[in-house]
Each structure stands twice: as structure tokens, then as C-alpha cells.
């Protein structure tokens, strides 16, 4: 079958057509991730649902791919699946990475907790453990209810329920830094320390938000995973400070539009909402974070939002 399917790529480049050629490997997780990448690429659910069986020893039928995306410790080959005649999200995790152990220690107690905020995420009813792959089934919801309303009225309504959620440090939670919607802090700091002063007031605004109030966040909340009747994709939930998910509210679909040129226009944006200055500090300080290089921004503007971040700290610790 391999020289067969080898022939056919030789034959097929010459008109311009590429085939990738599926090598089966299963040694590991990234090996199983990078061969159930390559099943997704080709459109081949048939092989990858009889992969899929076979290392983890179940009959499950996979009916089709849905969403993108996902943790470096998941497949990101998210699934539709059929077990036992009910229907299940499907996603496959390294069981031994942080992110599964997380999930599996925290999730369904949030799931009860959420629910008695009237915030409803679909349960995890299955957890298949093999050869190093954690299979996870999660709740199935058919229909998905977008928001009607102005999306940020309805948005910061479930922020608000985040917020009141006491805060419990979770067991195998990450530090903010470590989240996907935070990877680009390290280059930041790099490029901050440029200037000794700049790097100066930076980690100064730093060590302030990271002694602020930590807040149960979503941590990916984008419209994406934000509807009427169910709120999705929880791998990166869990108490961090505040501001996180402001700021992937504020400018959802357009990070690479977003216009605050300056730290004065962020807030007077948030002027309409019920927040003090230390949040807004927040807010502004995961602004920079989140959209310092997805947006207009140069270097010079966020040194100058550096600058201008720090003099508000400054007001507000001049404040009795």
C-alpha cells in the first residue's frame, strides 16, 4: 500500500498535486499526534478512526472533524464521534501533560459549580486512558445559540460570573505566562530590555498585576467558544489576574485591527464599565500582552504604552 500510495504522489506531482503520504507512528504522543495531523490534512477519517481503536482499544465511530485549533498537548484533530449510539465532542490529549492531569482533577467539579452560576459548559462523561493518549468525550450540543444581543452586554455578564466565583488554587494550574493566548510575553520582555528604564517599569507593572486579585478565567474566550446555551473549550480555565479575558472580549474578531494606539483611548473605552483604575491597569497591562505584535503596534508604541501603563501606577498608588 505504501509503494502504491508513493507511486501515485510521483505520479499526481507532475500535474502540480501534491499527496502526502501517511506514515504510521504510535511510539509516543507526538508521534500519534503528527499521524493523526497528517489523517486530518488528507481528509482520512476512516484511517484515523481505525488508528484511533486501535491504540486505544475501543470501538468508537468517528464521523467527522470539527473546530481548530487546541493545546499543544492535545491532537488538535477534534472529532465528532459515536459511542455506544450517543453523539460526543472528541479530544485527545497527552495523558501525561499538565493540561490532561488538570482537566481530569478540575473540570467536572467546575462544570457543577459554573452551573449553579446559570453558566452552562458541556460535561466530560468519558475518559478512555492507553498508550499514552488520554481520549476525552465531552457533551455534544447540536444546536449552538450565538449571542443576540450587543455581543460585550451579554459578554460581561458571564464575566461578572466569573469574577464571583471564590478563588481556590487549583491543582495542576499554570502560571498565566504559560497560556497560548500568552506566548508572546517572552519576546516582549526581550524586547523591553532593550532599555533598562522601560524593562524597569515593565517588570514593576508586572509584579502589580500579579499581586492584584486573581479572577476565574476562561482563558481562550472568544466568540468561538461563547454561545447562548453553552460556553466551549475550558482547557485553559483557572484563576489568574485579573484582565485576561477583558481583553479577548473588548476586540474578539479583530486583534489584528485593534485601534488603541494609545493606553488614554483603551480607557475611555472602558470608562462605560463599572471599573476601578487598578483593573483598568490590568486590563491594559494583558492589552499589551495579547496584541503586541497582532496589531499596529510598533516598538516605540509599546514602550510608550510601558511608559504611560507606569505613570497610571503611579497615580494609583498615590491615592489615599
Known amino acids: 500500500m505504501f509503494k502504491f500510495k508513493k507511486y501515485l504522489s510521483q505520479f499526481f506531482y507532475k500535474f502540480g498535486i501534491l499527496i502526502k503520504i501517511n ?8 508521534e500519534i499526534k503528527e499521524t493523526l495531523l497528517n489523517f486530518k490534512e488528507n481528509n482520512d477519517l476512516s484511517s484515523y478512526s481505525k488508528f484511533i481503536n486501535k491504540i486505544s482499544n475501543q470501538n468508537i465511530k468517528h464521523l467527522k472533524f470539527i473546530g481548530v485549533g487546541g493545546s499543544i498537548s492535545s491532537t488538535q484533530t477534534h472529532t465528532l464521534v459515536q459511542y455506544k449510539g450517543q453523539y460526543y465532542f472528541e479530544k485527545i ?13 478540575n473540570y467536572s467539579d467546575y462544570h457543577e459549580i459554573l452551573k449553579q452560576k446559570e453558566v452552562i459548559i458541556p460535561k466530560l462523561v468519558h ?19 450565538p449571542l443576540q444581543s450587543d455581543w460585550m452586554d451579554e459578554a460581561i455578564t458571564l464575566l461578572y460570573k466569573f469574577q464571583s466565583l471564590p478563588y481556590k488554587g487549583l491543582k495542576f494550574s499554570k502560571h498565566y505566562s504559560e497560556l497560548t493566548l500568552t506566548r508572546d ?24 498585576v500579579e499581586k492584584s486579585k486573581y479572577t476565574f478565567t476562561h482563558g481562550d474566550f472568544y466568540k468561538s467558544n461563547v454561545f447562548r ?30 485601534n488603541h494606539s494609545s493606553i488614554y483611548s483603551l480607557f475611555e473605552e472602558l470608562s462605560i464599565y463599572d471599573l476601578d483604575l487598578n483593573q483598568k491597569i490590568n486590563i491594559a497591562y494583558f492589552y499589551l500582552i495579547l496584541l503586541a505584535y ?27
Open 229 to 258: 446555551n453553552v460556553v466551549l473549550d475550558w482547557d485553559e480555565m483557572g484563576f489568574y489576574p485579573f484582565g485576561l479575558d477583558w481583553v479577548v472580549a473588548l476586540h474578539n474578531d479583530d486583534f489584528n485591527n485593534a
Open 294 to 320: 497582532q496589531s499596529s503596534f510598533d516598538a516605540l508604541s509599546r514602550a510608550d504604552w510601558v511608559h504611560d501603563l507606569s505613570a497610571h501606577l503611579s497615580m494609583l498608588e498615590k491615592q489615599p
Open 93 to 105: 490529549f497527552d495523558a501525561n501533560a499538565i493540561e490532561f492531569q488538570f482537566l481530569q482533577e
Open 127 to 145: 475518559i478512555f486512558e492507553r498508550n499514552g493518549i488520554a481520549i476525552c468525550h465531552f457533551e455534544y450540543f447540536e444546536i449552538l445559540q
Open 23 to 30: 506514515t504510521i507512528k504510535s511510539e509516543n504522543f507526538f
Open 185 to 208: 510575553m517572552s519576546k516582549l520582555l526581550l524586547e523591553l530590555s532593550i532599555n533598562e528604564n522601560t524593562l524597569k517599569e515593565f517588570v514593576t507593572i508586572k509584579n502589580f
